[in-house]
């Protein structure tokens, strides 16, 4: 499997935090990145957060042309 493509906002906020795409992170993001869907299953903590929501986040900023509005709600 390719590595995935990081968004350079991405790429330098892990790397201010020191912080390497665990596998399965880079495995969620390259599927994501071919438009596959699944689930992701790791323990708590492991990371789950950052494989689902951070490619989202970066396409989303790439196709920003007046800026980006996120939303999170409760359920």
Known sequence: ???PKIDPLIENWLASK????LPFQQEAWQR???GKS????VPTGAGKTYAAYLPALAE???HAEKGL???????
């Open 32 to 34: 994501y990145q071919e």
């Open 18 to 21: 020191n912080w390497k795409l």
């Open 69 to 75: 509005q996120i939303f999170i709600s409760p359920p």
């Open 60 to 62: 989303l900023h790439s």
């Open 38 to 41: 699944g689930l992701i299953s």
């Open 1 to 3: 499997m390719k590595n």
